[in-house]
């Protein structure tokens, strides 16, 4: 067997069509507003990336750029004046933010309906609770999106996540137990791990540990999503050991081409969503 490869980067372009074609028909321009502190270098690049994404489909975005000592006061103050302001559609703090701010003291002032990361805890709250939240984390969504064109019904399935962020772990988690899985998430302290992701139908690694996954950690005939983005000798991998998996996996999601662009392309399908939302 040799593993189908989960082009992302095909998926997202036909989400960019259909949300160019929305935008086209609004009576003004959706707007997203990117917060980021300092000058963390993968958030640079992800931040140069959601613009230019924005921008190839006619959406709007405004960059906020705070120096790494910028303070909490001055950072809240910035999110409830776009909170207010009606041209912003959608608000995003560029993660990670430096040590001295708390992370979720900053995103829980950003009001739900404008939420468009999907972090406030209403949100994930009514995500948890299984019922419809505004706006679910861009990641999470994307992989669910792309397991949706595997499996017409994901119930059943044996899930297994390796990493328990806030930001893909523990919404997917969620996400995939309202789909009715079986789902086993995994983390830094988990004992035996290879002998829980050798169960998964469906594996989904992110925890940041450049091939982590090699084939004696998973089943014939998985389905593998990574979302890892690391370094390996100057070249950009994943959290699964692509070349040691392919032979044994039914499914895989390149890196990079694969997750990345999903969750860019599901951050911008939440702030045309927001924006509708705020016309209704
Ligand atoms: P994080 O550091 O917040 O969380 C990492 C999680 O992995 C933690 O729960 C930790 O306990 C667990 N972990 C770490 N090492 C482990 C190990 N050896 N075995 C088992 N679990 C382990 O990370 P994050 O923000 O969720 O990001 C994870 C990875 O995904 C990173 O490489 C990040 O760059 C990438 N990422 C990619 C996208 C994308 O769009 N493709 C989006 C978000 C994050």
């Not at 707007?31 to 006619?58: C, F, H, P, T, W």
């Not at 991998?237 to 070349?243: K, P, R, Y």
Request: neutral net charge; charged residues 20%.
């Amino acid at each position: 067997m040799t593993a189908e490869i989960i082009n992302g980067k095909t998926t997202a372009s036909g989400i960019y069509e259909i949300l160019a074609q929305r935008i086209k028909d609004f009576p003004s321009t959706p707007k997203l507003a990117i917060i980021m502190v300092g000058n963390d270098d993968g958030s640079v690049i992800y931040v140069r990336n959601k613009q230019k994404a924005a921008e190839k489909i006619g959406l709007k975005t405004e960059l906020f750029h705070f120096p790494e000592n910028a303070s909490e006061d001055e950072i809240i103050t910035l999110i409830s004046r776009l909170n207010a302001d009606s041209q912003t559609n959608g608000i995003i703090v560029q993660l990670p933010l430096p040590a001295h701010l708390t992370t979720n003291k900053i995103i829980n002032h950003i009001m739900p309906q404008k939420d468009v990361d999907g972090f406030n805890p209403y949100n994930t709250g009514m995500l948890q609770n299984n019922e419809q939240p505004y706006f679910v984390a861009a990641t999470p969504l994307g992989i669910m999106t792309m397991l949706k064109n595997i499996y017409s019904d994901l119930s059943g399935k044996n899930v297994v996540i390796i990493g328990a962020s806030l930001i893909v772990g523990r919404p997917l988690a969620t996400l995939m137990l309202n789909q009715e899985c079986t789902v086993t998430i995994t983390h830094i302290h988990t004992r035996n791990i290879k002998e829980l992701t050798r169960k998964a139908d469906i594996l989904i690694a992110a925890c940041g540990v450049a091939k982590l996954v090699k084939k004696d950690w998973i089943k014939d005939g998985a389905v593998l999503i990574d979302v890892g983005i690391n370094r390996d000798n100057g070249k950009i991998c994943g959290d699964i050991d692509a070349d040691d998996v392919k032979e044994k996996a039914a499914f895989l999601t390149p890196v990079p081409g694969g997750v990345g662009p999903m969750t860019i392309a599901m951050l911008l399908q939440n702030t045309v969503d927001a924006y509708i939302l705020q016309h209704q």
